[in-house]
């Protein structure tokens, strides 16, 4: 099946500085790629969609200006977290789809804990 | 009302007994219904994906969704304790759009 891949899968951070989590699909090719992120017992919220060679697609109250999408090539999109603050602490999710695939592959995750 | 309602349990079970889990949901548009089991601290893993209303089966694992009524189902047989995990039900209105997820139910099946 479609791998999709994270790194890091955690990372603790001092408040203020910026964190950069790579999503990667392993054996295809993603066309779009989408961020969530995931609070303690909460569902899966969805960030932002990013389509290769394109500027991502923001949901309503998340800042584009503190979460940097980048999606430069059809296997890999980064999410950069700018000046981290603890409340930005959370479980980031990355997944990915093909044109022509209707479902999307998820990414284990990549767990940010700002001090 | 949240677009997406999913009872967030826990629901706890014995060995081998069947398992039901449900979403309702508020958006007549959405056309595409998925379940995804995720491990603690861990990402979603695709179980089952439906279009439109219907059943469908795989294994232990049986989806129904029933538009006119906004309500789909997830039904698990034979109940193993490695099924023990939060079911997440995720829905969308086009294929290959963004999910919207239900919170998810938490399983434990004990041996």
């Known amino acids: 099946g479609a791998v999709v891949s994270q790194h890091p899968s955690w990372v603790i951070c001092k408040s203020g500085t910026s964190v950069k989590i790579e999503c990667r699909s392993l054996?295809?090719?993603?066309?779009?790629m989408f961020w969530y992120r995931q609070f303690p017992k909460q569902s899966l919220m969805l960030m932002a969609t990013?389509?290769?060679?394109?500027?991502?697609?923001?949901e309503q109250g998340v800042e584009k200006d503190k979460f940097l999408i980048n999606h430069a090539s059809l296997t890999l999109s980064t999410l950069t977290v700018t000046s981290a603050h603890p409340e930005d602490s959370s479980f980031y999710i990355c997944?990915?789809?093909?044109?022509?695939?209707?479902?999307?592959?998820f990414g284990p995750g990549t767990r940010l804990l700002v001090l | 009302q949240k677009e997406v309602e999913q009872d967030p349990g826990p629901l706890s079970v014995p060995e081998g007994a069947i398992v039901s889990l449900n979403c309702t949901y508020s958006n007549s548009a959405f056309q595409y219904f998925m379940w995804y089991r995720q491990y603690s601290r861990k990402g979603p893993e695709l179980l089952m994906y439906?279009?439109?209303?219907g059943n469908k089966e795989d294994g232990r694992f049986t989806a129904q969704v029933d538009k006119s009524s906004k309500y789909i189902s997830l039904f698990i047989r034979d109940s193993q304790p490695s099924d023990s995990a939060t079911y997440l039900c995720a829905m969308s209105n086009q294929a290959g759009t963004a999910l919207i997820f239900g919170k998810g139910t938490t399983l434990s099946v004990s041996s």
């Open positions: 054996d295809f090719q993603a066309t779009t």
């Open positions: 997944s990915a789809r093909w044109d022509s695939q209707e479902t999307q592959y």
């Open positions: 439906t279009y439109s209303s």
């Open positions: 990013s389509n290769e060679g394109s500027k991502a697609t923001y």
